[in-house]
């Protein structure tokens, strides 16, 4: 997770894609966090929250 040019550590990233399931992952020293059964064509809602910093939410409405 990147605000600007600053990267979030110990960010919670909760998923959702429909038909897959829902996740959550804490991003790592550089910010990243991977998830699986993402596509570039998958629809999905994250929440992202990490302390210190106002909780985000993401939704991608991609047409399969």
Do not use: C
């Given at each position: 997770?990147?605000?600007?040019?600053?990267v979030i550590s110990?960010?919670?990233?909760?998923?959702?894609?429909?038909?897959?399931?829902?996740?959550?992952?804490?991003?790592d020293a550089t910010?990243?966090?991977?998830?699986?059964?993402?596509?570039?064509?998958?629809?999905?809602?994250?929440?992202?929250?990490?302390?210190?910093?106002?909780?985000?939410?993401?939704?991608?409405?991609?047409?399969?």
């Amino acid at each position: 997770v990147k605000n600007s040019s600053l990267v979030i550590s110990n960010a919670t990233i909760a998923l959702n894609i429909p038909g897959v399931g829902a996740s959550s992952k804490v991003t790592d020293a550089t910010g990243k966090a991977t998830f699986s059964g993402l596509t570039a064509n998958s629809s999905y809602t994250a929440i992202v929250s990490a302390t210190g910093y106002e909780q985000k939410s993401i939704h991608s409405n991609k047409k399969q």
